[in-house]
């Protein structure tokens, strides 16, 4: 059976490992050094507690989110919500350009922007899977869609629907 051409996942890469690992060793550290100082008990479990739960919270986000792509809608996982979009209900496919990251995000038919995680530089060629996710896109949105607000206006946030 061949793979289905429209079926692509994006999660988290190697390195977010390594970040959790430097990061655990240095949680480990300061640990240490809470446990070995002179501080109340309080100090020393509450200290434990935010340090570790601070990982497990990056770790959790990181393994957890996730963006499938599938024949039928793009579906964002996040840590707390779920949300899938169909591509007749997309608008637009579009890279984020901030001031040390660039990422992709959807615009559905509401005028909601929602990100796509692990669909950044940082992660992937953007320009070359934005391209392939806009092919897919023009195939699967059906041969009725039209385009409901301008997202060139959307991603300036000036869009009279507002949201």
């Not at 690992?21 to 949680?27: A, K, R, V, Y």
Request: with cysteine; proline share 4%.
């Amino acid at each position: 059976m061949a793979a289905d051409p429209f079926r692509r996942e994006y999660r988290a890469d190697l390195g977010t490992f390594a970040m959790a690992f430097l990061m655990g060793f240095f949680f480990l550290v300061v640990a240490i050094v809470v446990w070995r100082g002179e501080n109340t008990s309080a100090v020393m479990v509450l200290m434990s507690g935010l340090l570790v739960g601070i990982l497990v919270l990056y770790l959790g986000t990181s393994m957890w989110t996730r963006t499938y792509v599938s024949r039928d809608r793009i579906v964002k996982r996040g840590l707390f919500r779920t949300i899938a979009t169909p591509w007749q209900a997309i608008q637009g496919i579009e890279i984020r350009r901030g001031n040390r990251r660039s990422w992709v995000v959807i615009y559905d038919c509401q005028g909601r922007e929602i990100d796509l995680p692990h669909l950044d530089a940082s992660e992937t060629d953007i320009e070359k899977e934005v391209r392939v996710l806009r092919e897919i896109w023009e195939k699967r949105r059906g041969p009725h869609w039209k385009p409901i607000f301008d997202t060139a206006r959307a991603s300036r946030r000036d869009w009279p629907g507002g949201w």
